[in-house]
């Protein structure tokens, strides 16, 4: 439908005469009583009663004129919609995450996000590393925060490392200091497949091997908080992301131990070219000083 139609339409109507509505738009009046025959003839209906005094609408031309008001508002305000689009202020951000940083600065950051850029959607998806690159090949998500060990960023993406962490061991509950590390090493050990976090699980097998143990695994879960209560019920003990000692469960002790090198990192990653909602949410998770817990704030490109 051509909106200068609906324009001129409006025009009449707020007037209800032909002659006025035809100076205020700047035009002759008999261009303008054709204009609105054709869109009573596009519309199939009557939108003015017409005698010598007087200009009506009928309820065709009431219906239209609330709907019509609404259509050319919303074009006035197509340019900046557009441009709030072109520039990452609105629309969807497809956000995945691993559940260790939901427990660190991650709620921080999406509230501080969502306060600053109220018209961006988030669409958020809990996901392990091999869920998330399934993702990305499949243009489900935008962006996403996966767990690996340090400097083992998946190839391929843009990424910003969010937070570098060290390794605690979370034990069942028992009174005293944590057992000697050959002990502790000797025990079961509960861990994530190697499938979701491949870095990390190498990482953690060398350092066992490293002290010339073959670790012997209990039990494996996907999500830390499974892990967690696993160890809580005597399973065995576990390394975790520092960050998950926010993740307090009857049972269960953590400690960090002194001596020990064990890291872990959390990046977040996305596809290049980044749409312009992905580089609004990493400029603004990359510019949060509001954390402890983010021991490293440093871009880069792995390739």
């Not at 200009?55 to 609330?66: K, S």
């Not at 050319?72 to 559940?99: I, K, M």
């Not at 050990?189 to 490293?210: E, K, M, N, T, W």
């Amino acid at each position: 439908m051509d909106l200068r139609r609906l324009s001129q339409f409006i025009a009449v109507a707020e007037e209800l005469h032909f002659g006025r509505a035809a100076r205020r738009l700047h035009m002759t009046q008999p261009p303008l009583t054709q204009a609105i025959q054709l869109l009573e003839a596009e519309l199939g209906a009557r939108l003015f009663e017409r005698s010598r005094r007087s200009v009506a609408l009928t309820p065709a031309g009431e219906a239209l004129l609330l709907h019509a008001r609404r259509l050319l508002a919303a074009a006035d305000d197509l340019p900046r919609l557009v441009q709030a689009a072109a520039e990452g202020f609105s629309g969807l951000l497809r956000l995945a995450f691993v559940s260790s940083i939901a427990y660190g600065p991650l709620p921080g950051w999406l509230r501080s996000f969502r306060e600053a850029h109220p018209t961006v959607q988030l669409q958020l998806r809990e996901a392990t590393l091999d869920v998330q690159l399934a993702a990305f090949d499949g243009d489900d998500i935008d962006a996403g925060f996966v767990l690996h060990a340090p400097g083992a960023a998946p190839p391929g993406f843009g990424a910003w490392t969010a937070l570098c962490e060290p390794l605690v061991v979370a034990l069942p509950d028992a009174p005293g200091a944590p057992p000697p590390l050959p002990e502790l090493l000797a025990q079961p050990l509960v861990i994530f497949p190697r499938d979701i976090a491949p870095s990390l699980f190498d990482a953690v097998l060398a350092f066992y091997r490293g002290h010339g143990v073959t670790p012997r695994i209990a039990q494996e879960a996907i999500q830390m908080q499974t892990i967690v209560n696993l160890v809580s019920v005597g399973m065995g003990v576990a390394w975790v992301p520092a960050s998950l000692t926010q993740l307090q469960r009857p049972g269960v002790r953590y400690h960090q131990l002194s001596g020990i090198d064990l890291r872990c990192e959390t990046s977040l990653l996305w596809r290049e070219p980044a749409p312009p909602v992905v580089q609004r949410f990493v400029a603004h998770v990359q510019d949060r000083p509001d954390t402890a817990l983010r021991r490293q704030s440093r871009s880069r490109s792995s390739a």
